[in-house]
């Protein structure tokens, strides 16, 4: 997959909060970018294919469960 560069301007404060949670989050800060951006499509229901999240994914049985303590 290739990547296209782009030049963008931001605000230092801005920048430094994004070093922060790149940090935090053990990801570089264009790392943290594209995965804020993704967020973000994803929320307004515009995810790229193959940006489900862990939480989005269901598994076979959720939902049932063989515990019947009522």
């Known amino acids: ?6 030049l ?3 605000d230092p404060a801005l920048w ?3 070093e922060r ?8 800060v264009n790392g943290e970018i594209e995965y804020l951006l993704r967020e ?3 929320r307004r229901g515009r995810a790229l ?13 959720e939902g049932s469960s063989s515990d019947n303590s009522d």
């Open 49 to 61: 294919p193959g940006d489900l999240m862990p939480s989005d994914r269901s598994t076979p049985d």
């Open 8 to 10: 963008m301007r931001i």
């Open 1 to 6: 997959m290739s990547r296209k560069a782009f």
């Open 40 to 42: 973000a499509l994803r």
């Open 16 to 18: 430094a909060e994004l």
């Open 21 to 28: 949670a790149a940090a935090a989050d053990l990801r570089s």
